[in-house]
């Protein structure tokens, strides 16, 4: 799915239960599987709507809401605007491009390393941003045979991930305490007209 795809989509996003429904477990289980708190300065990557990242703001002291479509951070923005959130920041960027001087307590990304071609090149990216002490989480698929967004998809880089791959990748990149969880099972009607379950897994880990 290229940019242009989500900035489409962005307006009927959260209009999808399975995405709201696999969005609220995701950011439950960031939240019961790491000590977050009113201090954290953390960093979303693929932010899109917030539907993560709304709900785990709240615990902590300012949110840094990450995506590189100007139509899904469009929502995001009328979302902080309506309900007067003051500590969430909407920024267009992309980290395989560019950086960030910041360094961060918390870094999560829910369903968008899928997306991203040099997969590993993000994973180290976000160890550099984290703070000593700080802690990374991401979410998304468990190897799937291409159907979850079927064979028309565009922009979609890995048909999800072997997380135990994942898991050396992380330790191998300077994070302790690496762990993996199944979170979700995201039940979806494929373009073959089969319904079936897509695994989702979450990656924690700690720096230093
Ligand atoms: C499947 S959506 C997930 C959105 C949100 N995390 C959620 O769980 O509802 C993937 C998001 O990744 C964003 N994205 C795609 N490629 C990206 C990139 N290279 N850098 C940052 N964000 C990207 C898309 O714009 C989209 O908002």
């Known amino acids: 799915m290229s940019g242009k795809h989500f900035d489409k989509a962005a307006a009927g996003w959260d209009q999808k239960l399975r995405r709201v429904e696999m969005a609220a477990k995701i950011a439950a289980a960031i939240s019961s599987t790491l000590p977050l708190n009113k201090k954290m300065i953390a960093l979303e990557?693929?932010?899109?709507?917030?539907?993560?990242g709304l709900a785990l703001a709240p615990q902590l002291a300012t949110l840094t809401?990450?995506?590189?479509?100007?139509?899904m951070l469009e929502v995001l923005t009328q979302k902080i605007k309506d309900e007067k959130i003051t500590n969430v920041t909407p920024l267009r960027?992309?980290?395989?491009?560019?950086?960030?001087?910041?360094?961060?307590?918390?870094i999560f990304?829910?369903?968008?390393?899928h997306h991203?071609?040099?997969?590993?090149?993000l994973l180290a990216r976000f160890c550099d941003l984290l703070k000593d002490g700080g802690y990374l989480a991401v979410a998304d698929l468990k190897t799937e045979d291409g159907t979850f967004h079927g064979p028309e998809a565009d922009g979609v880089m890995h048909h999800g991930f072997n997380p135990a791959e994942l898991?050396?990748?992380?330790?191998?990149?300077?994070?302790?305490?690496?762990?993996v969880q199944n979170v979700h099972s995201l039940v979806k009607t494929n373009d073959a007209g089969v319904e079936r379950?897509?695994?989702?897994?979450?990656?924690?880990?700690k720096k230093g």
């Not at 809401?65 to 139509?71: E, K």
């Open 65 to 71: 809401a990450v995506d590189t479509s100007s139509g």
């Open 45 to 52: 990557y693929g932010c899109g709507t917030g539907l993560v």
């Open 167 to 179: 898991v050396k990748t992380l330790a191998k990149f300077g994070l302790n305490q690496v762990a």
């Open 116 to 121: 991203i071609k040099e997969a590993d090149q």
């Open 197 to 205: 379950a897509y695994p989702v897994f979450l990656l924690t880990g």
């Open 93 to 106: 960027l992309d980290l395989s491009q560019e950086s960030l001087p910041e360094r961060f307590d918390l």
């Open 109 to 113: 990304c829910a369903m968008t390393l």
